[in-house]
Structures are given as C-alpha cells and as structure tokens.
C-alpha cells in the first residue's frame, strides 16, 4: 500500500518561505515521478511543479516559476517543496502525489496515489 505524508505547512507572512516534506512508502520511490499540486478553496486543483523518478528534470507552473523549487532525496524516499517569497495567492492545500513511471505529467488525474495534503496560509 502506497502512503503519502505531507508536512511543513503553516502560516506565514507574505515574502516569507516555507518548505514542505512528502515523505513515500509502500513503492519503489526512485521509479517514480512526483508532483505537487495546490487547491485553493472554491478553485480546482491545480499543477504547482513536478520532478522526475532520478530527479534530474523538475517542472514548474508559470506561477510559482523562479520562486517555488521541487528536490527529492531518493535514499530517504522523500519529495520537498520550497517556497520562497510567498504570496497571499499561494494559500491552498499542498498535495503531493506520485505516479506510476518516471517521467512528469501536470494532470491530476495522471497521478495514482495522493497525501492527505498540508494547509499553506499566506497573511498580506
């Protein structure tokens, strides 16, 4: 059985950072591609970036781009997601979800297994 677990959500102030943790068991983590996803209430769920099973191409949403930063550290089966100068418009839950072969997609219908998801709150 396949477990995701976020962590590392909170509240901050706007141009702060957080760093969220995906942490993965039950499948061979560095087979697979990884995605986070955000979704704001009222809003669909949405592609914030995404990272290859070796973790050598990294995918990103225009609207985080430059700000937002996807690693993966295979040996500890573990996905994180940096957020730098953070917006009031970044507030959503944070997902993250994993997919059955290497390479990234940017549906969420494309990953199989999903965390509970992690609130992000941005205060202006």
């Known amino acids: 059985q396949v477990q995701l677990v976020e962590s590392g959500g909170g509240l901050v102030q706007a141009g702060g950072s957080l760093r969220l943790s995906c942490a993965a068991s039950?499948?061979?983590?560095?087979?697979?591609?990884m995605g986070w996803f955000r979704q704001a209430p009222g809003k669909e769920r949405e592609f914030v970036g995404g990272i290859s099973s070796s973790g050598g191409n990294t995918y990103y949403a225009e609207s985080v781009k430059g700000r937002f930063t996807i690693s993966r550290d295979n040996a500890q089966n573990t996905v994180y997601l940096q957020m730098n100068s953070l917006q009031p418009e970044d507030t959503a839950v944070y997902y993250c979800?994993?997919?059955?072969?290497?390479?990234?997609?940017?549906?969420?219908?494309?990953?199989?297994?999903w965390g509970q998801g992690t609130q992000v709150t941005v205060s202006s």
């Open positions: 979800a994993s997919r059955g072969s290497w390479y990234v997609l940017s549906r969420p219908v494309d990953y199989d297994y």
């Open positions: 039950g499948r061979t983590f560095s087979s697979v591609a």
